[in-house]
């Protein structure tokens, strides 16, 4: 998530937050259980599944090649860093 975000950063995350396009949030990685992803919402697809992208898009592995991350993935949304 390069600029906003450099690695080592800590973030808050409001697991109850109501998702909105624009929101940065932690989710869990659909194929690997000890990754966790940092990516922004762009979209929401079928079932409410989203549409994840990383602010560095040469260097994020996200929605373009994972697909749309199911809700049930997303741990929280991101409501500061720091």
Same mark, same amino acid.
């Given at each position: 998530?390069?600029?906003l975000l450099e690695p080592n950063d800590?973030?808050?995350v409001n697991p109850s937050?109501?998702?909105? %396009?624009? &929101?940065?949030?932690?989710?869990?990685h659909p194929h690997r259980t000890d990754?966790?992803?940092?990516?922004? %919402?762009? &979209?929401?697809g079928e079932g409410g599944a989203l549409r994840l992208v990383g602010d560095n898009p040469d260097?994020?592995?996200d929605s373009r090649t994972l697909?749309?991350?199911?809700r049930v993935l997303v741990v929280g949304v991101v409501t500061s860093c720091f």
């Open positions: 998530m390069q600029p800590e973030v808050l937050a109501a998702i909105q %396009v624009g &929101d940065i949030v932690i989710a869990r990754v966790h992803l940092v990516k922004r %919402v762009i &979209d929401f260097e994020s592995t697909g749309n991350v199911p």
